[in-house]
């Protein structure tokens, strides 16, 4: 058993979506979540900036004495994995391989798509892992630049003329493809699941990276013994790096509850 917590990190507050399941499936678990709200979004840095951010990241988590972490970001996931793995002594998990995992069982045509941030379209790594599984995958993707400050500004709701206008233009390329699959490859997108399941029409599975890398977690916890006692109920701290009056009413909307907590902001510069 240990009651030591776990750290979940996004460029912002998309991770949330990722803490959400995981406060399903791991109730009993200490969670620790940090957005870089001052630099949301990720999605259009370079590399070696994007290693410099998600370092930073992970060194203040680490001060929190943590037993793992989630990198609930595809963008780091994709472009930083490899060498945060490698630098540190403690389990890591990113969001491309159990996402690839659950498209391969999902789609029937082998042909997936991908929205994800640029960097993460970049960097080929879903392409990478999802041929790496199975040769004949066939895979579209698409770069959605807009949907991440569109949904940290509130306007991810059916109805919502802008994100529905938006989303039909990224999406209509893939449907052309005639995918079966789609990986939304970046945590904030399951907000945008109703406006993207109307665009994309019954025919085309949804596959959440944020839902799938919080199973791979269980899963590494419980083949490691670092399981919390099951007779316990976990708590949550969150922080953020930007101004933290507005994250209760948006942190709400990511976990779909009534949040109670406040955030502690961090001088991210400082690690």
């Known amino acids: 058993m240990d009651i030591r917590p776990i750290g979940v990190f996004d460029s912002g507050l998309g991770?949330?979506?990722?803490?959400?399941?995981?406060?399903?499936?791991?109730?009993?678990?200490?969670?620790?979540?940090?957005?870089?709200?001052?630099?949301?979004?990720?999605?259009?840095?370079?590399?070696?900036?994007?290693?410099?951010y998600a370092r930073q990241d992970l060194r203040f988590l680490r001060s929190?004495?943590?037993?793992?972490?989630?990198?609930?970001?595809?963008t780091v996931s994709t472009t930083s994995l490899d060498a945060l793995q490698a630098e540190n002594d403690l389990p890591i998990v990113g969001v491309v391989e159990p996402t690839c995992r659950r498209a391969l069982l999902v789609t029937q045509k082998k042909r997936v798509g991908l929205i994800a941030t640029l960097a993460?379209?970049?960097?080929?790594?879903?392409?990478?892992?999802?041929?790496?599984?199975?040769?004949?995958?066939?895979?579209?993707?698409?770069?959605?630049?807009?949907?991440?400050?569109?949904?940290?500004?509130?306007?991810?709701?059916?109805?919502?003329?802008?994100?529905?206008?938006?989303?039909?233009?990224?999406?209509?390329?893939?449907?052309?493809?005639?995918?079966?699959?789609?990986?939304?490859?970046?945590?904030?997108?399951?907000?945008?699941?109703e406006?993207?399941?109307?665009v994309c029409g019954p025919g085309v599975a949804l596959v959440s990276a944020g839902e799938e890398s919080a199973f791979e977690l269980k899963r590494l916890?419980?083949?490691q013994n670092l399981r919390g006692p099951s007779d316990r109920q976990g708590e949550a701290n969150f922080f953020v790096s930007d101004q933290a009056e507005d994250f209760?009413?948006?942190?709400?909307?990511?976990?779909?509850?009534?949040?109670?907590?406040?955030?502690?902001?961090?001088?991210?510069?400082?690690?």
């Not at 929190?64 to 595809?74: E, F, H, M, T, W």
């Not at 406006?195 to 109307?198: A, E, G, M, T």
């Not at 779909?256 to 510069?269: C, M, P, S, T, Y």
């Open 15 to 52: 991770g949330l979506t990722a803490v959400r399941v995981l406060r399903r499936i791991l109730p009993e678990e200490n969670l620790v979540y940090f957005g870089d709200t001052a630099r949301v979004p990720y999605g259009g840095r370079s590399r070696e900036t994007l290693l410099k």
């Open 120 to 193: 993460s379209v970049r960097s080929g790594a879903y392409e990478s892992m999802l041929r790496k599984l199975d040769s004949s995958m066939e895979v579209f993707c698409q770069p959605c630049p807009l949907f991440v400050p569109l949904v940290e500004n509130g306007r991810f709701r059916r109805g919502d003329v802008v994100i529905e206008t938006i989303a039909r233009e990224y999406l209509e390329p893939l449907l052309a493809q005639e995918i079966d699959t789609l990986i939304l490859g970046c945590t904030h997108y399951p907000l945008l699941e």
């Open 248 to 271: 209760q009413r948006i942190a709400s909307v990511f976990l779909q509850e009534d949040l109670q907590h406040v955030a502690g902001r961090v001088d991210i510069e400082q690690f």
């Open 64 to 74: 929190l004495d943590l037993k793992a972490i989630l990198i609930a970001c595809g």
């Open 195 to 198: 406006v993207i399941s109307d």
């Open 221 to 223: 916890l419980t083949a």
